[in-house]
């Protein structure tokens, strides 16, 4: 049986739009994704850096944001990718939770996935934690960013490894003859 694809998780608050205004290489966007002016900081080289690391682990790009799939309207364009496939994270406070954004949308992000593996890059920093009470969860890592600086290389390269680590390696594979 072929193991499930792995996905890398995506968010865009704290991790490709970053708070900091001076962030090096990312440029100012004005958007209206709710018909009210949004700053965006992007950086149009994370595209290319997401997609490589996709292709390089065989891995799937999902969004995890509250953006879902105002992501492919907003970000997606302006940074290089395609539209992508988004967990459904309803807004929070559309609902009585009582827990953090963090650990609602963590809650949300495990029931979504299973025990398919993903790496999430995520700035906040409660949702390990919360990801490590989620039962039958399978295996995963959450790089966490800053999210005044926002996503770089070596996010990427942690990332990359980790994902080489669920590919087995040439002498465990079995002979299918």
């Known amino acids: 049986m072929q193991p499930p694809t792995p996905l890398i998780l995506v968010d865009v608050d704290g991790v490709l739009n970053p708070a900091r205004a001076d962030a090096v290489g ?30 390089a682990a065989g891995a799937e790009l999902v969004w995890a944001s509250y953006w879902q799939n105002r992501a492919n309207t907003w970000i997606a364009p302006r940074i290089g990718l395609p539209s992508l496939r988004f967990v459904p994270i309803p807004a929070p406070w559309r609902s009585h939770a009582r827990s953090s954004l963090g650990q609602w949308k963590a809650r949300h992000v495990a029931a979504w996935i299973g025990q398919a593996p993903f790496v999430w890059l995520e700035d906040d920093p409660g949702v ?35 994902l080489d680590d669920l590919r087995p390696s040439p002498d465990h594979t079995r002979d299918a003859s």
């Open 26 to 55: 990312y440029r100012r966007h004005w958007v209206f994704p709710h018909g009210v002016a949004h700053r965006l900081l992007l950086n149009p080289s994370h595209g290319q850096m997401l997609t490589e690391l996709a292709e």
């Open 128 to 162: 390990p934690h919360q990801l490590a009470q989620q039962p039958d969860l399978g295996r995963h890592l959450v790089v966490a960013i800053d999210p005044a600086i926002g996503l770089t290389h070596h996010h990427i390269a942690q990332a990359q490894m980790w």
